[in-house]
Nanobody, 118 residues
Framework: QVQLVESGGGLVQPGGSLKLSCVVSGSIVEIYTMGWYRQAPGKMREPVADITSGSVTGDADFVKGRFTISRDNAKNTVYLQMNSLKREDTAVYYC????????????WGQGTQVTVSS
């Protein structure tokens, strides 16, 4: 089985920074694209950023210039560095990874809460 465990969420003031991490473990043959999503109360889950196995990245417009996604393939880990946080960034942040066990499948983490408030 495959597990994704996020960490790094918490309470931060507007303008502050947080760095999220997501470690993938289990019977992994290969990890393709990894990404971050978020879901605010009463809203749909939305993509934030993703990164391919070759480190090609994609970002949502609302995070450009503020968030940076990266990965360490040796550690099966993806990161999300979040700077200049705004109140509207408050949400549960989820990690997703496309993992090959036998065939490629998407796996999700349990989520980590990010709250931006003064």
């Amino acid at each position: 089985q495959v597990q994704l465990v996020e960490s790094g969420g918490g309470l931060v003031q507007p303008g502050g920074s947080l760095k999220l991490s997501c470690v993938v473990s289990g019977s992994i043959v290969e990890i393709y694209t990894m990404g971050w999503y978020r879901q605010a109360p009463g809203k749909m889950r939305e993509p934030v950023a993703d990164i391919t196995s070759g480190s090609v990245t994609g970002d949502a417009d609302f995070v450009k210039g503020r968030f940076t996604i990266s990965r360490d393939n040796a550690k099966n880990t993806v990161y999300l560095q979040m700077n200049s946080l705004k109140r509207e960034d408050t949400a549960v942040y989820y990690c997703k990874a496309e993992v090959v066990v036998v065939t490629p499948d998407d796996y999700w983490g349990q989520g980590t809460q990010v709250t931006v408030s003064s």
